[in-house]
């Protein structure tokens, strides 16, 4: 299947990871949704077939390497009851290091290939040119988790995890200036792409959650965690405000026909719930948790709309990989 696919797992294993500490009686729930993202990309990984480049879709490469992590932070969370503890850090650290390596690749070799082979105009930026960079700041959050299981690489670790904060931020910074300036230019796009306007949340959530998870296992950083945290968290909270006004606005003039961008509403929306409870627990804020709670109805919401529009187009996709390997063998004998 397409790599954008992979968005479908990471936006199931973010409802399970984002579940408030409130809603504890709620965990066996988690534990099945995370179970679920967990088949999931299993079933992605067996069926991943090689495709020739695309660049249409080239920015979603980055969603596989954000499946992996995302279903290994959850196998810590609630792996951890069904496996025990050692055996999930195992797995979790397994997923985090492919997640990681994979992200990297993606950070580099995706906006590279576009810069230098596809050379896409102002008004082709769309919010999906995140995707291939945010990687690593997710790899900064999960890494967060496993800190404590570290041992002696502890230190080493924590170090890691702030150099690939820094790197996918510097990476997200100018693709966040080039969709700002497409969209004061030439508006917020087609109906199929805005609402990719809602991956901006994904890299401010996202850095929010790393570098407050990042302050718990090295308190004499937390300071920053705040102090970057409240203003980018701020910014954040406009932005969805601002991505729900266009996708009101598009709904309502040109409709919104249902595609795989959909997914788009699920994990960044996820990445600030878990900014959100992230920030309320350092401050001790509670209408932070207030909040937290609604982003999270708001995160349930999407997900479920979400997963529901996707299933009629599971079956053309069985379909199409069942079909290939008779393709495949018929094309040696016509030859």
Known sequence: MPPNWYATVMGTGIVATALPSDFATWRPVAIAVWLLASVVLAGLALTWR??????????????????????????????????????????????WTAGTLLGLTTLAGVPWFMATRHRPSLEEVSGAWLMPVVPPMVASTCGAYLVP???????????????????????????????????????????????TLFIVLGPLGQSVTAVNQLGRTAPELAAFGIWYGVPVWTL??????????FLFRTARSDGLPFAMTWW????PIGTCVTGTAA??????????GWVELGLYALLVSAWATVAIRTMPLLVPQLRELRARPETAAAAPAAG
């Open 50 to 95: 090689f495709r020739p480049f695309d660049p249409a879709i080239a920015p979603f490469l980055g969603a596989p390497p954000m499946a992996l992590l995302t279903v290994g932070a959850g196998t810590l969370v609630y792996g951890r009851d069904l496996i025990g503890l050692p055996a999930a850090v195992a797995v979790d650290a397994a997923l």
């Open 149 to 195: 299981y570290a041992g002696s690489l502890r230190t080493t670790l924590v170090v890691i995890c702030y150099a690939l904060f820094g790197l996918s931020l510097l990476a997200v910074v100018p693709i966040l200036i080039g969709l700002v300036r497409r969209i004061r230019k030439h508006g917020p796009g087609s109906a199929q792409l805005v609402p």
């Open 279 to 288: 920030l309320s627990v350092q401050l001790g804020s509670e209408p932070f």
């Open 264 to 267: 788009s509403f699920t994990f």
């Open 236 to 245: 954040a909270m406009i932005w969805l405000a601002v991505a729900m006004f």
